[in-house]
């Protein structure tokens, strides 16, 4: 029995890089919902081929559907000491969009994370934002919050893509020696 839910790294030049990817196939401009929805079928994808996500983001379920939190904090500007995101991405006011102003490249990325957003793009990314909303709430890992909001389990998600209870131990210790690391070696980016 693993002694506490599986941890994520995040990764804020990660997130830039494949949020970028995804406004430039785009037209480099999205509303925001189209976006994190697309960004949360990324993860999803990563995690169903490679037992890790592309970005390490949390993940929430709100009243639209599964969401990345942290992403989603980046994407309305509203978290403190994140200034990488803010130099690539920025909202468009009252109009619920971003839009990509310098592109970072792909440079932070493996080749098959972006194949991975590149596929979900080309899926998805001309589906709009409410048919992407329904589609999210079709996921088993999605349970309505109502007007509130809670935590989706790595765990969870894993055993709605029916990975096994060994495949998501080995994905939990694998995750918690990448996060040792993170935290021994501080690794920063930007």
């Keep these: 029995?693993?002694?506490?839910?599986?941890?994520?790294?995040?990764?804020?030049?990660?997130?830039?890089?494949?949020a970028a990817i995804l406004l430039?196939?785009?037209?480099?401009?999205?509303?925001?919902?189209?976006?994190?929805?697309?960004?949360?079928m990324v993860e999803?994808?990563?995690?169903?081929r490679y037992g890790r996500p592309v970005i390490g983001d949390d993940y929430v379920a709100m009243?639209?559907?599964?969401?990345?939190?942290?992403t989603y904090n980046l994407i309305k500007e509203d978290h403190p000491g994140r200034d990488f995101w803010l130099r690539h991405i920025?909202?468009?006011?009252?109009?619920?969009?971003?839009?990509?102003?310098r592109d970072p490249g792909?440079?932070?990325?493996?080749?098959?994370?972006?194949?991975?957003?590149?596929?979900?793009?080309?899926?998805y990314g001309r589906a709009n934002q409410w048919v992407l909303r329904d589609l999210t709430h079709k996921f088993p890992e999605w349970k309505d919050p109502?007007?509130?909001?809670?935590?989706?389990?790595?765990e969870g998600i894993l055993r709605a893509l029916k990975k096994s209870e060994e495949e998501i131990e080995r994905i939990?210790?694998?995750?918690?020696e990448r996060m040792y690391f993170h935290e021994l070696f501080r690794v920063e980016r930007a």
């Excluded at 029995?1 to 494949?18: C, G, L």
């Excluded at 430039?24 to 949360?40: A, C, E, S, V």
């Excluded at 920025?90 to 102003?101: G, I, M």
């Excluded at 939990?172 to 918690?176: D, L």
């Design 24 to 40: 430039r196939l785009g037209g480099g401009r999205m509303k925001y919902l189209h976006l994190i929805k697309l960004l949360y």
């Design 90 to 101: 920025r909202r468009v006011p009252k109009a619920y969009e971003v839009e990509l102003v």
């Design 63 to 70: 009243k639209h559907g599964p969401v990345l939190s942290i």
């Design 172 to 176: 939990s210790q694998e995750a918690a």
């Design 106 to 123: 792909t440079g932070p990325l493996s080749d098959a994370e972006v194949a991975i957003i590149e596929g979900v793009f080309r899926r």
């Design 1 to 18: 029995m693993r002694p506490s839910p599986i941890r994520f790294q995040f990764d804020e030049v990660k997130a830039t890089a494949a």
């Design 146 to 154: 109502g007007d509130s909001c809670h935590k989706i389990h790595p």
């Design 44 to 48: 999803r994808e990563s995690l169903r």
